[in-house]
């Protein structure tokens, strides 16, 4: 399963895990380090901690809920030139400083 896109998921400053953008949609695998961690913690309810990755068709309801909407949005897609309904490209520029736990930077493969 090639990658088009990776996004590392920190929580609470500690990489969690990696988000993929693939050919079959989305993937999200927990890293096994922070899996070993005693403080360990899900990076949400929807994706309790598991060895085995996380597929999907459509990007994971909790990254999607990250991204910003209404005019904010609107300026996120102006000042990135992305359009609003490439999630993952939203979610690598709008969530590098989130609200909350979550952080998501984009890697390189």
């Given at each position: ?5 990776a ?11 990696v988000l993929?953008?693939?050919?079959e949609?989305?993937?999200?695998a ?11 913690a ?6 309790p901690?598991?060895a ?5 068709k ?8 990250l ?17 609003a309904?490439d999630?993952?490209g939203?979610?690598l520029?709008?969530?590098?400083d989130c ?5 998501i930077?984009?890697?390189?493969e």
């Amino acid at each position: 399963m090639s990658a088009y896109r990776a996004a590392a998921v920190y929580v609470r400053k500690e990489l969690a895990g990696v988000l993929r953008e693939t050919e079959e949609g989305y993937s999200f695998a927990y890293d096994e380090a922070y899996l070993r961690a005693p403080n360990a913690a899900p990076v949400s309810l929807t994706l309790p901690l598991r060895a085995e990755p996380y597929t999907s068709k459509t990007l994971f309801s909790f990254f999607d809920g990250l991204i910003p909407e209404g005019w904010l949005l609107d300026l996120v897609t102006h000042n990135w030139k992305l359009r609003a309904n490439d999630r993952f490209g939203l979610l690598l520029v709008a969530c590098k400083d989130c609200i909350g736990s979550v952080v998501i930077r984009e890697v390189t493969e």
